[in-house]
């Protein structure tokens, strides 16, 4: 599949797909980004965005049968983020976002599975530091039967940062059939940093399948002193069990060059 450059633009209204598999390449060119996209019937799309600054807000409408994987890379200052889309019948997103913004972040995301078989997976990878102080909500809303979400949310604190993550999965009335899965862990590498994780579950039907689960906690002592104890310095003990904690993102990038330079920032900043 041949990646495509699709130029960003405020109030950008773009139909992607036409029934086969294709790739775009987003160049937000650190500016505002708002846009709407609708993924057609039967297609296939791989989406990457680059270059995100100040505030984003991207919807997407994904008809039925369709399917995006959507990756993006934050490194840029970016107070907000919005991220929307109302999935379709067999439809899916599947998103994968590495957050690496410096400063403050407000991030909302909202997933409506609109019918049956409509599908949801999201994770996310966070590194906060110096004073940073980001905050994720995501929201997904099971609106018909058999819907799935998956939700990864993960994160590294040093430095006097705060994170905060809060995930609501909401089976509603009617949604029989549906299953919610959530993960949220935090690692604190100081006792200045401040990690919070809110997973919750709203279930209002009895025929489903939800569950949730929540850590945070400081750095593991037996990894450094097993690292630390075959030679490496405590900076590069840290280095190598902060890859490892967030390197899992790695797997929503198929791009050898963006994949090398997610794990040259993760190196960096540690």
């Known amino acids: 599949m041949e990646r495509l450059k699709v130029l960003a633009s405020n109030n950008q209204k773009m139909v992607l ?10 160049n937000a060119e650190n500016k505002e980004l708002s846009s709407s996209y609708l993924i057609k019937e039967n297609t296939n799309i791989d989406l990457l965005i680059l270059n995100i600054s100040d505030a984003v807000d991207v919807h997407f409408e994904l008809e039925r049968n369709s399917h995006l994987h959507l990756s993006v890379l934050a490194n840029k200052p970016l107070k907000t983020l919005k991220i929307s889309a109302n999935v379709a019948q067999n439809a899916a997103i599947e998103c994968y976002y590495a957050d690496f913004v410096q400063g403050e972040c ?79 862990k935090i690692m604190v590498f100081d006792e200045l940093s401040n990690g919070i994780a809110k997973p919750i579950l709203k279930i209002d039907e009895n025929d489903i399948e939800a569950s949730h689960a929540a850590v945070v906690g400081k750095i593991n002592d037996e990894h450094t002193f097993y690292l630390t104890s075959r030679g490496l310095s405590i900076d590069a003990a840290k280095r190598i069990i902060t890859l490892g904690y967030l390197k899992p993102i790695l797997k929503g990038f198929d791009d050898e060059d963006i994949k090398k330079e997610i794990e040259n920032l993760i190196e960096g900043k540690m």
């Open 106 to 184: 407000k991030g909302e995301i909202n997933i409506n599975l609109n019918e049956s078989n409509a599908v949801c997976d999201w994770h996310l990878a966070s590194l906060t530091e110096d004073k940073d102080k980001k905050s994720f909500d995501v929201s997904v809303f099971h609106n018909s039967k058999s819907t799935f979400a998956q939700m990864d949310n993960y994160g590294v604190i040093r430095d006097d940062g705060k994170l905060t993550f809060s995930g609501i999965c909401h089976i509603k009335n009617g949604s029989s059939g549906s299953k919610a899965h959530q993960n949220a």
């Open 17 to 26: 797909g036409d029934g086969t598999s294709l790739k775009y390449l987003l």
